[in-house]
Every structure is written in C-alpha cells, then in structure tokens.
C-alpha cells in the first residue's frame, strides 16, 4: 500500500481471480512486471505483489478468490484511502449504494469492498 495520507487517493489495485499464479505469469510478459510471492493462509498458498520490473516498487497484488479475499469480486479493484470507515460505510447506504464485504482488518488497517448505485465496486481503506 501506499504511504500517502492523501484522503480519496486511489493508495493500491488488486486483481482476484481463480487461478493467480497463471494471471502473474500473463501480467509478466504482457506488462513486464515482476513477482514476489506473498503467503496466505499460513503458507497455504501464495498470492503475489506485482513490481515494475528491475525496481521494489509494487503497483499492484494479483490474488486468488479464496480464504481472506474468497469473497471478492473476480475483477480489478482500486482501494481508495478514507479517513474514517465506519462514516465512509455509512455514507455507502445512504447515498444508494451497498456493501460487498464486511470490513476487513489488515493489520491495523482496515478496508471494505462496496458498490455505487450504479453497481461499479471499489474498496474503501483507512489506514491503522
């Protein structure tokens, strides 16, 4: 994630999907990013921070649909940095929209994917 306290920055992009390990692969010869494996579930598996090739710059997390993130979207989500959550959700059903996940804790962090009222989804995320 990013470090910035810029509040309504766009701060981290994951991808979820089925099979993580073959979209990091496609993303590594597409794009030319590389791959550092982050172990989920006790080591269960790995899912995977992607970097501009040749830096430690991560840009992105390819992860699959299963433990912490089996119910997210199979689709690219940014993750918007707020300032209070829990006002941030209520604002979510207020102004028509609604909640995908429960809020989440990362860390001391914490984030929650919701959709507009138009159905596009977005994760929510204050920092610890």
Same mark, same amino acid.
């Given at each position: 994630m990013s470090d910035n306290n810029d509040f309504g920055? $766009?701060?981290w992009m994951? @991808?979820?999907v089925n099979n993580a390990e073959n979209v990091k692969g496609f993303y590594q010869k597409v794009i030319g990013w590389s791959?550092?494996?982050v172990a989920m579930n006790n080591g269960e598996y790995n899912d995977y921070a992607m970097s501009i090739a040749g830096t430690d710059k991560a840009v992105?997390?390819?992860c699959h649909a299963k433990g912490p993130n089996a119910? $997210?979207?199979a689709a690219w @989500?940014?993750?918007f940095l707020v300032s209070d959550i829990d006002d941030s959700v209520s604002?979510?059903?207020q102004q028509g929209g609604e909640l995908v996940t429960a809020i989440?804790?990362?860390g001391a962090d914490k984030y929650v994917v919701i959709k507009d009222p138009e159905g596009a989804m977005c994760a929510l995320y204050q920092k610890g």
């Amino acid at each position: 994630m990013s470090d910035n306290n810029d509040f309504g920055e $766009m701060v981290w992009m994951d @991808l979820t999907v089925n099979n993580a390990e073959n979209v990091k692969g496609f993303y590594q010869k597409v794009i030319g990013w590389s791959a550092e494996n982050v172990a989920m579930n006790n080591g269960e598996y790995n899912d995977y921070a992607m970097s501009i090739a040749g830096t430690d710059k991560a840009v992105t997390g390819i992860c699959h649909a299963k433990g912490p993130n089996a119910d $997210m979207p199979a689709a690219w @989500l940014p993750y918007f940095l707020v300032s209070d959550i829990d006002d941030s959700v209520s604002q979510v059903t207020q102004q028509g929209g609604e909640l995908v996940t429960a809020i989440k804790l990362m860390g001391a962090d914490k984030y929650v994917v919701i959709k507009d009222p138009e159905g596009a989804m977005c994760a929510l995320y204050q920092k610890g």
